[in-house]
């Protein structure tokens, strides 16, 4: 009975793997020649082809040029990017005042115009202010010293006599001093001036001129018509007495002062001895 069995076995799988391997063969398609496939593949010398771009919108002639840069706005206090000369300074857009004077219609931060915040050193700044208030002119702050040094603001002339002289380099400058007349011989007594010498130009006597001296003739002229005026002299003394100012202090009074006693001696001795004369 094994045996049988061993033996068919045998058998199917014989005939299985015949059937398989001629199945496979069937199954299996003839490849194409090489030359078929020819038009398939790129040729090595070829360029590649560029894609032609389609634009359905036609070409337009404009007359005015398009405006494509991005608007600031002028309240913005800070740009966060690099924007072109165009840009940063074009005119605002919107209605404007036709009444406005170009310098009200100009960009300002405060009343008197457009300030912006700069460094300046504090003693440059007082430099120039001091020179420009002594001698008239000062360097101009518009430009940069470093490029142009010798451009002046003021008293040009005055500039280039003193070849930019400031107040604080005074000690650089030939003062001009005033000619005095000059006599140092010691052995000369009489004539001996040293430093005690008057200058050329000066004047010892000031004296009015001739319309200074009319209108003084005239003053004085008017005050000696109205009459002399008492001169008094400073230091004199003077008393006047008003009534009788014994008898009136006596009323108030018990004992009088010996300032009293005195102007009654003065005053009232001689009336009362008038009065006992004609009375005798």
């Given at each position: 009975?094994?045996?049988?069995?061993?033996?068919?076995?045998?058998?199917?799988?014989?005939?299985?793997?015949?059937?398989?391997?001629?199945?496979?063969?069937?199954?299996?398609?003839?490849?194409?020649?090489?030359?078929?496939?020819?038009?398939?593949?790129?040729?090595?010398?070829?360029?590649?082809s560029?894609?032609?771009?389609?634009?359905?919108?036609?070409?337009?002639a404009?007359?005015?040029?398009?405006?494509?840069?991005?608007?600031?706005?002028p309240?913005?206090?800070?740009?966060?990017?690099?924007?072109?000369?165009?840009?940063?300074?074009?005119?605002?857009?919107?209605?404007?005042?036709?009444?406005?004077?170009?310098?009200?219609?100009?960009?300002?931060?405060?009343?008197?115009?457009?300030?912006?915040?700069?460094?300046?050193?504090?003693?440059?700044?007082?430099?120039?202010?001091?020179?420009?208030?002594?001698?008239?002119?000062?360097?101009?702050?518009?430009?940069?010293?470093?490029?142009?040094?010798?451009?002046?603001i003021?008293?040009?002339?005055?500039?280039?006599?003193?070849?930019?002289?400031?107040?604080?380099?005074?000690?650089?400058?030939?003062?001009?001093?005033?000619?005095?007349?000059?006599?140092?011989?010691?052995?000369?007594?009489?004539?001996?001036?040293?430093?005690?010498?008057?200058?050329?130009?000066?004047k010892?006597?000031?004296?009015?001129?001739?319309?200074?001296?009319?209108?003084?003739?005239?003053?004085?002229?008017?005050?000696?018509?109205?009459?002399?005026?008492?001169?008094?002299?400073?230091?004199?003394?003077?008393?006047?007495?008003?009534?009788?100012i014994?008898?009136?202090?006596?009323?108030f009074?018990?004992?009088?002062?010996?300032?009293?006693?005195?102007?009654?001696?003065?005053?009232?001795l001689?009336?009362?001895?008038?009065?006992?004369?004609?009375?005798?």
């Amino acid at each position: 009975m094994s045996a049988a069995i061993a033996a068919l076995a045998a058998s199917y799988g014989s005939g299985s793997g015949s059937e398989s391997d001629s199945d496979s063969e069937s199954s299996r398609c003839p490849l194409p020649a090489a030359d078929s496939l020819m038009h398939l593949t790129k040729s090595p010398s070829s360029k590649p082809s560029l894609a032609v771009a389609v634009d359905s919108a036609p070409e337009v002639a404009v007359k005015e040029d398009l405006e494509t840069g991005v608007h600031l706005d002028p309240a913005v206090k800070e740009v966060q990017y690099n924007p072109t000369y165009e840009t940063m300074f074009a005119p605002e857009f919107g209605p404007e005042n036709p009444f406005r004077t170009q310098q009200m219609a100009a960009p300002r931060n405060m009343l008197s115009g457009y300030a912006e915040p700069a460094h300046i050193n504090d003693f440059m700044f007082e430099q120039q202010r001091r020179t420009f208030a002594t001698y008239g002119y000062a360097l101009d702050p518009s430009l940069d010293n470093h490029q142009v040094s010798a451009k002046y603001i003021g008293s040009v002339e005055e500039a280039e006599k003193n070849q930019g002289l400031t107040v604080f380099e005074t000690g650089q400058k030939k003062t001009e001093k005033r000619k005095k007349f000059k006599e140092n011989d010691a052995s000369n007594i009489d004539g001996f001036l040293g430093p005690w010498a008057k200058y050329v130009d000066e004047k010892d006597v000031a004296k009015p001129s001739e319309e200074e001296q009319k209108e003084l003739d005239e003053i004085t002229a008017k005050r000696q018509k109205k009459g002399k005026q008492e001169e008094e002299k400073p230091g004199e003394e003077k008393t006047i007495l008003h009534g009788n100012i014994f008898f009136v202090h006596l009323h108030f009074y018990e004992k009088p002062s010996y300032l009293l006693c005195s102007l009654f001696i003065q005053y009232q001795l001689p009336l009362l001895s008038a009065v006992i004369k004609s009375l005798c």
